[in-house]
């Protein structure tokens, strides 16, 4: 099992940026990938970002050129730099982590965190 805690969610104003961690730990061989999702209200959680082997990374349109997701192998850590955030950015943010067995593009999570809100006010 591997358990993921995120922190730095939070309250920003349209333009502004935030970073989102996630420590995960228990069996890291279960995971060769780990990503975000995000839930909007009674909606279904959609990957967003996701960073695999050789630090390939894969992003959702709606944030491409927006997010950044990096990770820090020592730490067991990944991060999501957020920047020029909008009021459609608010949502539950997801740390998630998966064994990829294919390219970045179809990374799927098998392991959740529990989210952190993330809320923008125009």
């Known amino acids: 099992q591997v358990q993921l805690v995120e922190s730095g969610g939070g309250s920003v104003q349209a333009g502004g940026s935030l970073k989102l961690s996630c420590l995960a730990s228990g069996n890291m061989f279960a995971i060769n990938a780990m990503g975000w999702s995000r839930q909007y209200a009674g909606q279904r959680r959609e990957v967003i970002a996701a960073?695999?082997?050789?630090?390939?990374?894969d992003y959702a349109n709606s944030v491409n050129g927006r997010f950044t997701v990096t990770r820090n192998r020592a730490k067991n850590t990944v991060y999501l730099q957020m920047n020029d955030l909008r009021s459609e950015d608010t949502a539950v943010y997801y740390c998630t982590a998966a064994f990829l067995r294919d390219e970045i593009e179809y990374y799927s999570p098998d392991y959740w965190g529990r989210g952190t809100q993330v809320t923008v006010s125009s």
């Open positions: 960073i695999g082997d050789g630090e390939r990374t």
